[in-house]
């Protein structure tokens, strides 16, 4: 292969990432957005801002996103643990490299499992850290039917977290 294949078979892949990684942050934006107003439908009225699901209940359980939710409020934390069976939390800080290093495991967990992953910045939020026991970063809480039922502390590997959410959805 020449120089000029490669460098071209390199732009291609390059173009594909590219493509492929805009077209997960228009997906992941999208989700916000269909969160946000659910979650702002809820605390307005008291209702669902859908009126329940495609399924016609609303007594339904509440659909499970697809990547993690960025906790706002300890409000917003209290019903994503009331609304859902199973709810990893991810206590972090920006500054924390383990932290970051942890994030595409974090993510790919929210996407596969049907746990819901919450995620909680301990800067931002430090009462709601401080409830949690959060006392080192990362920490990660497994809710299971608004009771936590599992904690780890520091950077964990996936297979002990989703034991963890798979022992919860048991």
């Known amino acids: 292969m020449s120089e000029a294949d ?3 078979a390199d732009e291609a892949g390059t173009e594909r990432e590219g493509s492929r990684s805009s077209e997960r942050e228009r ?9 946000r107003a659910r979650l702002e439908g809820a ?6 801002a859908g009126g329940g699901d495609e399924r016609g209940g609303a007594d339904d359980e509440t659909e499970t996103p697809t990547e993690p939710v960025e906790v706002e409020s300890a ?16 206590c972090y800080a920006d500054w924390c490299g383990p932290c970051q290093m942890m994030e595409p495991t974090v993510e ?3 996407a596969e499992t049907d746990a819901v992953v919450a995620k909680v910045d301990v800067d ?9 026991g959060a006392r080192g970063v990362p920490t990660f809480i497994v809710y299971a039917n608004g009771e936590p039922v599992d ?20």
């Open 43 to 48: 605390s307005n009225d008291g209702s669902d």
């Open 124 to 132: 931002g939020l430090p009462g709601l850290a401080q409830q949690l």
């Open 151 to 170: 904690r780890f502390v520091g950077a964990q590997d996936r297979a002990a977290l989703e034991t963890a959410i798979a022992s919860g959805a048991a």
């Open 108 to 110: 790919s967990l929210a």
């Open 27 to 35: 997906i992941r934006e999208r989700k916000r957005e269909e969160l």
């Open 75 to 90: 409000e917003e934390f209290q019903r994503l643990v009331a609304d859902h069976d199973v709810v990893l939390v991810d």
């Open 6 to 8: 490669r460098e071209g």
